[in-house]
T-cell receptor, first 115, second 115 residues
Framework: EADIYQTPRYLVIGTGKKITLECSQT?????MYWYQQDPGMELHLIHY???????EKGDLSSESTVSRIRTEHFPLTLESARPSHTSQYLC??????????????FGEGSRLTVL | AQSVAQPEDQVNVAEGNPLTVKCTYS??????LFWYVQYPNRGLQFLLK??????LVKGSYGFEAEFNKSQTSFHLKKPSALVSDSALYFC?????????????FGAGTRLFVKA
């Protein structure tokens, strides 16, 4: 099992609420990622980070924001949730500095439902 | 552009029969190719990867994949399918244009193994 953890696993909230999805890894990886997975299965990269104090937007535009204050922690925040944000969010990490050919390690996912 | 294609949305096989899940890729330069598996309500798990070397790559749970440069394919195979292999399978490529920071996933193939 990979040492990457996401909380909460499931969250049902009302429109307009602020939410934070937590992601932590204990592998000392520098690179971390957030993917959004549609019900139709496809994965879309929404944010990634090279290391502490680095964050970049991914290929799919997202109203969420991320921060990377500590190596092990990469939380995702939605300031005002809407039903269109209903989805599965997957956090992943890879590699310490240097190699860029390694596999991703995924958390179990956070399934968000906005009513 | 870097991309991967999984031409089949779904593959059905009988238990004990060989299985193949297809993947083709389009990359600039040397491809870094991966297969991941996703069980229901779980994150993705790494199965195997091709970086360089032997074209036949062996991975977890008895899976293997063959890298074919001339056909730009990286099909996932298993000699004898198990019911427990039923899951969602993703082919992926590391995007070296971005220094390998991004992984691009195929749309996924759902594998059903019937007893």
């Amino acid at each position: 099992e990979a040492d990457i953890y996401q909380t909460p696993r499931y969250l049902v909230i009302g429109t307009g609420k602020k939410i934070t999805l937590e992601c932590s890894q204990t592998m000392g990886h520098d690179k971390m990622y957030w993917y959004q997975q549609d019900p139709g299965m496809e994965l879309h990269l929404i944010h990634y980070s090279y290391g502490v104090n680095s964050t970049e937007k991914g290929d799919l535009s997202s109203e969420s924001t991320v921060s990377r204050i500590r190596t092990e922690h990469f939380p995702l925040t939605l300031e005002s949730a809407r039903p269109s944000h209903t989805s599965q969010y997957l956090c992943a990490s890879s590699e310490k500095t240097g190699a860029n050919t390694g596999e991703l390690f995924f958390g179990e996912g956070s399934r968000l439902t906005v009513l | 552009a870097q991309s991967v294609a999984q031409p089949e949305d779904q593959v059905n096989v009988a238990e004990g029969n060989p299985l193949t899940v297809k993947c083709t890729y389009s990359v600039s330069g040397n491809p870094y190719l991966f297969w991941y598996v996703q069980y229901p309500n779980r994150g993705l798990q790494f199965l195997l990867k091709y970086i360089t070397g032997d074209n036949l790559v062996k991975g977890s749970y008895g899976f293997e994949a063959e890298f074919n440069k001339s056909q730009t394919s990286f099909h996932l195979k298993k000699p004898s399918a198990l019911v427990s292999d039923s899951a969602l399978y993703f082919c992926a490529v590391r995007d070296i244009r971005t220094g390998g920071f991004k992984t691009i996933f195929g749309a996924g193939t759902r594998l059903f193994v019937k007893a």
